[in-house]
T-cell receptor, first 111, second 115 residues
Framework: GQNIDQPTEMTATEGAIVQINCTYQTSGFNGLFWYQQHAGEAPTFLSYNVLDGLEEKGRFSSFLSRSKGYSYLLLKELQMKDSASYLCAVILRQAGTALIFGKGTTLSVSS | EAGVTQFPSHSVIEKGQTVTLRCDPISGHDNLYWYRRVMGKEIKFLLHFVKESKQDESGMPNNRFLAERTGGTYSTLKVQPAELEDSGVYFC?????FGSGAEQYFGPGTRLTVT
């Protein structure tokens, strides 16, 4: 079976840095996505990693280690609006374009 | 550019009834996906259309679920007859490109409650 693990909840304060980890054990791997989802809204794309290393995009960065089956999403200079669920999703080679999701990490940012 | 839209936003039906969910993808996106999130679980893939053809329907739970995309534009997902375990949020997504790196744009979902 496919297994993607993320912490269920995290808390942080405004202005801080938070790292959300994702580990995966899957039969095949063809890339990892991070999505942000505010309550009652659509998941929105944050990043895509297929090669090892760090991808930086503004306040958000995503890292991938394929050999370790590990990724993290790094959020800097946290703002209240960053309070949301963060979803890690893997594409398997065999499954084409179907996304395999973790359960998501609910991040609460306080002032 | 309008995003992916879904209708209705909420639906409450009784066990045994029929419900049809609709998804309008972003204009020009040939790829359309259906996903479902049951309470407490992760979002799970149901099926993938390329234009009007079903590319992958490996995630469809059983034959009570019927997805169509006539004309390759909007799609419908019908549940008939609905069971209690069908309750959850049904998401639709679309993408312009085909392939593992193609960004999928999600709609806000339809929350289905079966009582």
């Amino acid at each position: 079976g496919q297994n993607i693990d993320q912490p269920t909840e995290m808390t942080a304060t405004e202005g801080a840095i938070v790292q959300i980890n994702c580990t995966y054990q899957t039969s095949g791997f063809n890339g990892l996505f991070w999505y942000q989802q505010h309550a009652g809204e659509a998941p929105t794309f944050l990043s895509y990693n297929v090669l090892d290393g760090l991808e930086e995009k503004g306040r958000f960065s995503s890292f991938l280690s394929r050999s370790k089956g590990y990724s993290y999403l790094l959020l800097k200079e946290l703002q209240m609006k960053d309070s949301a669920s963060y979803l890690c999703a893997v594409i398997l080679r065999q499954a084409g374009t179907a996304l395999i999701f973790g359960k998501g990490t609910t991040l609460s940012v306080s002032s | 550019e309008a995003g992916v839209t879904q209708f209705p936003s909420h639906s409450v039906i009784e066990k045994g009834q029929t419900v049809t969910l609709r998804c309008d993808p972003i204009s020009g996106h040939d790829n359309l996906y259906w996903y479902r999130r049951v309470m407490g679980k992760e979002i799970k893939f149901l099926l993938h259309f390329v234009k009007e053809s079903k590319q992958d329907e490996s995630g469809m739970p059983n034959n009570r679920f019927l997805a169509e995309r006539t004309g390759g534009t909007y799609s419908t997902l019908k549940v008939q007859p609905a069971e209690l375990e069908d309750s959850g949020v049904y998401f639709c997504a679309s993408s312009q490109e085909f392939g593992s790196g193609a960004e999928q744009y999600f709609g806000p979902g339809t929350r289905l409650t079966v009582t």
